[in-house]
């Protein structure tokens, strides 16, 4: 018997082997009245074939029997199941035969002739061992599991631990280093040894002040921080991103985690690549400049004088702005994605900034035969959000760039404007094709164009969304684009806090 086949026993399932058929029968009638469940063996062999194809919680074995001994019986079932309760009956009374079934196993004894108080308080207590004991082997083989586990993750995370490329060093409340993996070691340039009982202020490494307080106070959440560390050989610092973490938050002996990337090489990567867009933006706006130049020079020659050349000037033209448009995508977005820019904030009013923003997009309406209209729900006076007017600007423009493009000639674009929930929401719906559901959310990826055929999808930068994106979460807004309910086309939805009343 195994320990699975005895976890679906009854509480009371009980054995009852005997020779004589009065004391089975006896036997069997008082444990019954007490509710127990009752089967019978004759002999010895009777009830090991019992006890190995029943499941039972306790075994009343006459010590003697015609074909076995009790104590064989006994030490025949202890070989299935170990921790069986066996309680010894005989007509024979002794200390040896008594100190024998112990010996072999026996939970208990009892004599014959039976009293009935005794054969039940020896079986309820009996039952009430087996129980316990297949509980704590059901505990053990759990917390031998859980242990097994606790060693696979300790090993896990010291093999982790040792490959990251991240450093990785644990300090004590004392700031001592209790240890550190290799990407650590080759930060702080320590080849091999150390840092046993060293302070990481003592190894040179520039912890901000109050940082380690803030870490401390944190609740177990990441704190952030950049420092600049010296090279051992004075040939300048490395820009090194540190992130402290509180581990065993309660506990009096507290230590810390802390993680290093050396961002230098990212950083002077981030920096050439600022000088060579801005070198390269501004060797192609200056020729593009010129070229705007000579082409309206050849127009003013031209006055109409051949139509096809007049054509291809104008085609020159609308290319040139493009690029220009491009170069200047590119420049914003590198300038919002390296954190210099700095917003002037101010009371701005939303109806009158989107009355502005139409009143720029009407050269284009105008060439797309496309109806602009506005639409302001609520008290416009409600509509005034803290805000930089020129970086928003630059969203209308976009957006609405976007929808007249895509809105077939004769259409109409609508922008609205209301408040809801302590936000300040814009709508700018075209008539347009639309974008798949499953494609909305890429449409902010930089050089994501999707709606359109092939064909015209050079006839954009691909940023700007991108750049709207990024402008609305510096305002601690959101962006989103759905479907129309009541026609074809596309709903942009910019959201805002509301701010100060009184703008603009």
Known sequence: MNMEGSADRGPGSVLIVDDEKFFRELLTKILREEGYDVSVAATGREAIEAFRNGRFNVVVLDLVLPDLMGTEVLGRMKEMEEDIAVIMVTAYASLESAIDALKAGAYDYIQKPIVRESLVRSVERAIERHQLSFRNKVLVKELQSHLVEV???????????????????????????????????HIFEWATGRPAGETLSGSGFPLPDGFMASVNEAGGKPVRAMVSLARDSGAGCKDIELVGLAMDHDAADRRFLLGMRDMTEIKEMERRREEFLAIVTHDLRTPLTSLKGFVELLANENKGADRIVGEYLNIIDSEADRMISLINDLLDLN??????????????????????????????????????????????????????????????TNLHSNAIRFSPRGGSVDTVAYLENGYICMEILDEGPGIAPEERESIFEKYKQVGQPPHERTKGSGLGLTIVKKIVNMHGGSVRMDGRDDKQGSCFVVRLPAGVKGAY
């Open 151 to 185: 060693k696979t993750l300790s090993r896990e995370k010291d093999e982790v631990f040792r490959i990251l490329d991240e450093g990785l060093v644990v300090i004590d409340g004392d700031d001592r280093i209790i240890d550190l993996n290799p990407a650590a070691r």
């Open 335 to 396: 300038r919002l994605n390296s954190g210099r820019i700095r917003m002037a904030l101010e009371p701005v009013s939303m109806p009158k900034l989107v009355a502005y923003g139409l009143k720029s997009m009407e050269g284009l309406s105008r060439q797309k035969d496309v109806t602009l209209r506005m639409s302001i729900r609520g008290d416009e006076e409600s509509l005034v959000f803290m805000g930089d007017r020129r970086m928003m600007l630059q969203v209308l």
